[in-house]
């Protein structure tokens, strides 16, 4: 399999092929990135094709420093930051999620969603890219810009601030909270293999 680097590498060369592949690759990952962080398909949607017009629009300008995929997740990472101040501009707040009590395991979803919002921006989001975008340590560090130790420190506080939030002391826990880790992703405290 071709990597991610020297599909962009020939893509920049004009190859329309290598772009088909790596749109295949990402297109997925990145709007499951976008729908996380947003509420709506639509505009999760209409986030991942602006993910690949700034490639097309940077092609010129690429050189191959990093992961073509941390490339991508700063991409998309900068076109949230935009969409979130665009909707505190507008007076709207898509992302924030209504709160409701959990009653059954369709609610898990939303409580760890609830969850996750009560988490430090910056936190919550090297969780999220850890977690869901299944990023290394390096490539968070890479993406948001922070040393390795930061990265490393901010993900093991985001990790026991959301335990705390999710596993509330024992007399205060409904008994249908106690099975809530099988649908959270694991996670993960060593850093991954390179």
């Known amino acids: 399999m071709t990597s991610d680097e020297s599909l962009m590498l020939e893509f920049q060369g004009g190859s ?11 297109r997925d990952p990145l709007f499951g990135f976008f729908r996380r962080r947003l509420s709506g398909a639509e505009r999760a949607e209409d986030l991942t094709q602006d993910t690949f017009l700034a ?12 992961l073509v995929r941390t490339y991508l997740y700063s ?9 979130r101040r665009k909707q505190r501009r507008d007076g709207l707040n898509h ?41 290394s340590y390096a490539q968070i560090a890479a993406v948001l810009h ?12 985001a990790r026991m601030a959301l335990k705390a939030y999710l596993i509330p ?10 099975g809530v880790g099988e649908h959270l992703p694991a996670l993960r405290t060593e850093e991954e293999a390179p």
């Open 16 to 26: 329309r092929a290598a772009f088909e592949e790596l749109y295949a690759r990402y």
């Open 75 to 83: 991409i998309a990472l900068k076109l949230v930051a935009v969409e």
């Open 95 to 135: 992302d924030a999620a209504p709160e409701t009590a959990v009653h059954n395991s369709a609610d898990i979803g939303l409580w760890i969603r609830q969850s996750l919002e009560k988490l430090d921006d910056s936190e919550r989001e090297i969780l999220m890219l850890r977690e869901y975008e299944h990023l």
């Open 55 to 66: 490639v097309l629009h940077g092609l010129k300008r690429y050189e191959p420093r990093a």
């Open 169 to 178: 002391p024992e007399p205060a826990r409904p008994a249908m909270v106690r």
């Open 146 to 157: 922070l040393p390795l130790n930061t990265v490393r420190s901010r993900l093991f506080r």
